[in-house]
């Protein structure tokens, strides 16, 4: 039996994908371990883990057919064992199968668009890594950044404070690293690149930012908008 596979297709079930397949990594590599570690027979052919998405996880030879239905795991794991102490091989199996998760949601997330795409690594970038489980390290908790990208289309604006609150996709005065983070971004108006220090504003329709200054929108009148439409999206609409 390979790789369980399901047909996610929003952010919310590639995410309950991954996070299924993940716990059944959990189990495999702690409550499980004794278990996984004497499947794992440096003598056996090529033994692949793999996590399901009920939450089980299983020691099996690769898919048979070519290409695979999902992108395959790390092949042989089971050949370093005996050749490693068992918690630097166990750290291994770890970065391999993290590396797999995020192939597989790559793989059920390639119709997503950017933002979704943005929203989807979000949530899982919250959990701590198989590795991170694994070693006992302590995920380092980053400077929080502006999530551009939910349900209804709306982001989240913070303030230099770190106050949260609803609002349309707004690009605000936030913090140092969103100036890399969003350094490909452009105006659809002027074309000016993306600063940390200007009022920003994304089109619902056709998801482009503006300066709040090229649209004539201020970050007041921005708190009453539900949905923005850029002027080129307006117009669109008339002319149809």
């Known amino acids: 039996m390979a790789a369980e596979s399901s047909n996610p297709r929003t952010v919310e079930e590639i995410f309950k994908d991954f996070s299924g397949r993940r716990s059944g990594f959990l189990r495999a590599l702690s409550s499980d371990v004794d278990k996984f570690y004497s499947l794992c027979d440096p003598e056996m052919e090529n033994l692949c883990l793999y996590g399901h998405p009920n939450g089980t996880w299983e020691v099996n030879l690769p898919a048979e057919e070519v290409p695979p239905e999902l992108p395959e795991p790390a092949l042989g794991i089971n050949f370093a064992r005996d050749g490693m102490q068992r918690k630097d091989w166990l750290s291994l199996v770890a970065v391999h199968s993290d590396c797999w998760l995020l192939s597989v949601s790559s793989y059920f997330g390639a119709r997503l668009n950017r933002n979704e795409r943005k929203r989807l690594f979000s949530l899982i ?88 200054k090229c649209v004539k929108i201020t970050p007041t009148k921005a708190e009453s908008i539900k949905q923005y439409k850029c002027p080129s999206c307006c117009s669109k609409k008339g002319r149809q």
């Open 125 to 212: 970038n919250d959990l701590p890594t198989l590795f991170e489980v694994v070693t006992g390290r302590k995920p380092i908790k980053d400077k929080p950044s502006m999530d551009l990208g939910s349900k209804s289309k709306n982001g989240v604006k913070r303030s230099m404070e770190g106050q949260t609150k609803s609002t349309p996709k707004l690009m605000e005065e936030s913090y140092e690293d969103e100036e890399d983070e969003h350094g490909d971004t452009f105006c659809g108006s002027c074309g000016g690149n993306y600063t940390n220090d200007e009022f920003w504003i994304c089109c619902d329709v056709c998801e482009r930012w503006y300066h709040g």
